[in-house]
């Protein structure tokens, strides 16, 4: 089945910095990739999301890269804000099947 | 956007017991989901549901484990004998529309089950 890996688990950057988190993904099949992000307490929260037809899509701050050929993909948040300080999700579904794997999470902290 | 809602928001059963988590799930969405997260953890998938049936389970949704529809419209998620180790947040999630697949999975709130 799907495996999702997600690298780093904690990321400290400096307000107005940029922010990268990868994901990689083991089943070729895979066609949907969504991001989360959970504060504490709270429910997972959609924030992106990006399907295998396109490489890249962004919208404001937030975007999203994918390559297909390596299986991975990225999350790239600019100009960061204390308020983006969460934990972030990567996962992946598609193929046989339509239920979302997720990665591990990363704990971004922005230090105003 | 509706959003799917779930009760209680909080469980605190002992070990042993039976639990019951309910969802109120969007209409006209037709693919249905649980999930797990142990805190400080990722987001486990346990089981999903598909057209009044079970489409899909892991291996964490053992014989203890149920889902069920008992009004044809709310869905419950049964822990027969809960464990310490199903202490956890436990969340419901739908995905929008009748052309669901590979769509965006909106979760609810959350109930969380302490068994002690």
Known sequence: ?112 | EPEVTQTPSHQVTQMGQEVILRCVPISNHLYFYWYRQILGQKVEFLVSFYNNEISEKSEIFDDQFSVERPDGSNFTLKIRSTKLEDSAMYFCAQQGGRSSYNSPLHFGNGTRLTVT
Do not use: M
């Open chain 1, 1 to 112: 089945g799907e495996n999702v890996e997600q690298h780093p688990s904690t990321l400290s950057v400096q307000e107005g910095d940029s922010a990268v988190i990868k994901c990689t993904y083991s089943d070729s099949a895979s066609n949907y990739f969504p991001w989360y992000k959970q504060e504490l307490g709270k429910r997972p929260q959609l924030i992106i999301d990006i399907r295998s037809n396109v490489g890249e899509k962004k919208d404001q701050r937030i975007a999203v890269t994918l390559n297909k050929t390596a299986k991975h993909f990225s999350l790239h948040i600019t100009e960061t804000q204390p308020e983006d300080s969460a934990v972030y999700f990567c996962a992946a579904s598609g193929g046989a099947t339509n239920k979302l794997i997720f990665g591990t999470g990363t704990l971004l902290a922005v230090q105003p």
